[in-house]
């Protein structure tokens, strides 16, 4: 079997790469060890966010936006998303000017963002000395596996190839560059791979005898049971001092959070069937970040809980993706680091990705994401830095 391009990894980043490169007229081939979206694509909470710490990953962000809203016209696909707006909020001092910091930033790379006035979603109850910043732009996705199917519709419409079930045993070279991979099926001879593989893409970097620094640590969320409590309607909402985020889902509210001490995992010195079911859940987590919104959201603690679902964000040593060629191994390439947006990003990281490898450019716009930026690293440096990258997602000090 031949392909111009194997991604492994079907979630969001690998397939958004993949569709972008069959659109460029490559031909594609998606191999993944389970189904498409069963890891942490399909437990994400799909929520798309203006708002970013640079100009690129704001650029990512507004451009994914974006494509997910016309998401039938380019992919031929259709994609149903929720144009809710989110709201920001703070509530020391603190958090307060590091959002100002933020609505001045993002302004001048384009975001329409803007104070909010008094109302607040029908689920949180503030007592009005919170600080607000509106983003009328930011959207979500009911269901993530909405975006995953979009994805595999998509890609088999313009001719990729999916082949679900399938474990990636050996990525093969020849004269010092890529030449295709083994799976346990079949060979499939490629000049370019995509390793995509989620949690498991230092695992695979290795079979080529690469390493790519990001770290998988655990994240959490719950949705409540139906309750009159929350409208429908309703926009998101971060409450970033509590490091906590909300929206309707399901006819109840969904509650997720970054802990400050977060579990890293690594599927390397797992069983070798180590999957994301087998990740152990803690409520408890989820209950201490909620305890810090009683007052404003308390359902959040006392409602009744119909799903409790986590996954492995995969952790850059910076908080940044980690997309490009990977150093040392021609044709080799990776869509990782996801650090909480990737999935939400992935649309626009797909495509700018593709297009450096369609292209074969030396440089691309999302240059500065390649992997070649990280020097050597021990695996105890990669898991804190990882660790302190999630533990200050929403903090002024990262």
């Given at each position: 079997?031949?392909?111009?391009?194997?991604?492994?990894?079907?979630?969001?980043?690998?397939?958004?790469?993949?569709?972008?490169?069959?659109?460029?007229?490559?031909?594609?081939?998606?191999?993944?060890?389970?189904?498409?979206?069963?890891?942490?694509?399909?437990?994400?909470?799909?929520?798309?966010?203006?708002?970013?710490?640079?100009?690129?990953?704001?650029?990512?962000?507004?451009?994914?936006?974006?494509?997910?809203?016309?998401?039938?016209?380019?992919?031929?696909?259709?994609?149903?998303?929720?144009?809710?707006?989110?709201?920001?909020?703070?509530?020391?001092?603190?958090?307060?000017?590091?959002?100002?910091?933020?609505?001045?930033?993002?302004?001048?790379?384009?975001?329409?963002?803007?104070?909010?006035?008094?109302?607040?979603?029908?689920?949180?109850?503030?007592?009005?000395?919170?600080?607000?910043?509106?983003?009328?732009?930011?959207?979500?996705?009911?269901?993530?596996?909405?975006?995953?199917?979009?994805?595999?519709?998509?890609?088999r419409l313009h001719g990729a190839e999916?082949?679900?079930?399938?474990?990636?045993?050996?990525?093969t070279t020849s004269a010092g560059r890529?030449?295709?991979?083994?799976?346990?099926?079949?060979?499939?001879?490629?000049?370019?791979?995509?390793?995509?593989?989620?949690?498991?893409?230092?695992?695979?970097?290795?079979?080529?005898?690469?390493?790519?620094?990001?770290?998988?640590?655990?994240?959490?969320?719950?949705?409540?049971?139906?309750?009159?409590?929350?409208?429908?309607?309703?926009?998101?909402?971060?409450?970033?001092?509590?490091?906590?985020?909300?929206?309707?889902?399901?006819?109840?509210?969904?509650?997720?959070?970054?802990?400050?001490?977060?579990?890293?995992?690594?599927?390397?010195?797992?069983?070798?069937?180590?999957?994301?079911?087998?990740?152990?859940?803690?409520?408890?987590?989820?209950?201490?970040?909620?305890?810090?919104?009683?007052?404003?959201?308390?359902?959040?603690?006392?409602?009744?809980?119909?799903e409790h679902r986590g996954g492995l964000?995969?952790?850059?040593?910076?908080?940044?993706?980690?997309?490009?060629?990977?150093?040392?191994?021609?044709?080799?390439?990776?869509?990782?680091?996801?650090?909480?947006?990737?999935?939400?990003?992935?649309?626009?990281?797909?495509?700018?990705?593709?297009?450096?490898?369609?292209?074969?450019?030396?440089?691309?716009?999302?240059?500065?994401?390649?992997?070649?930026?990280?020097?050597?690293?021990?695996?105890?440096?990669?898991?804190?830095?990882?660790?302190?990258?999630?533990?200050?997602?929403?903090?002024?000090?990262?």
């Open positions: 079997m031949d392909a111009d391009l194997v991604v492994i990894g079907a979630g969001a980043l690998g397939l958004s790469t993949a569709l972008h490169a069959a659109l460029a007229g490559r031909s594609v081939v998606v191999v993944d060890r389970d189904r498409a979206g069963s890891q942490a694509s399909g437990r994400a909470a799909a929520l798309f966010k203006s708002v970013q710490a640079d100009a690129l990953r704001t650029e990512l962000a507004r451009r994914s936006i974006a494509r997910a809203i016309s998401f039938a016209d380019w992919a031929g696909a259709e994609l149903a998303t929720v144009r809710s707006g989110s709201l920001l909020i703070a509530r020391t001092d603190e958090h307060k000017a590091y959002l100002m910091t933020e609505a001045r930033q993002s302004k001048s790379w384009g975001v329409d963002v803007r104070k909010a006035n008094t109302d607040r979603p029908s689920y949180y109850q503030g007592d009005g000395s919170e600080f607000a910043l509106w983003c009328p732009e930011d959207i979500y996705i009911e269901e993530p596996n909405d975006l995953v199917q979009a994805y595999v519709t998509a890609c999916l082949l679900e079930h399938e474990r990636v045993v050996a990525i890529i030449a295709g991979v083994e799976t346990t099926n079949r060979t499939i001879a490629a000049t370019a791979v995509v390793d995509a593989a989620g949690a498991w893409t230092r695992q695979l970097a290795e079979l080529a005898g690469a390493d790519v620094a990001v770290a998988p640590v655990r994240h959490q969320l719950l949705i409540t049971a139906p309750t009159t409590d929350v409208d429908p309607a309703d926009p998101i909402t971060r409450v970033v001092d509590a490091a906590v985020y909300l929206r309707p889902a399901r006819g109840g509210l969904m509650m997720g959070g970054f802990e400050a001490d977060p579990l890293p995992v690594d599927p390397r010195t797992e069983p070798s069937e180590f999957d994301t079911d087998d990740l152990a859940l803690d409520l408890g987590v989820l209950r201490k970040l909620a305890g810090q919104l009683e007052a404003e959201v308390p359902q959040a603690l006392t409602g009744l809980v119909a964000f995969t952790m850059s040593p910076d908080g940044r993706f980690v997309a490009g060629p990977v150093p040392d191994v021609p044709g080799l390439w990776v869509a990782a680091g996801c650090n909480g947006s990737g999935f939400s990003s992935s649309l626009a990281l797909g495509e700018a990705l593709a297009g450096w490898i369609c292209d074969r450019q030396a440089e691309s716009r999302i240059d500065a994401l390649s992997p070649a930026r990280f020097g050597a690293f021990t695996d105890d440096a990669l898991v804190s830095a990882g660790a302190w990258q999630y533990a200050h997602f929403y903090d002024p000090a990262g």
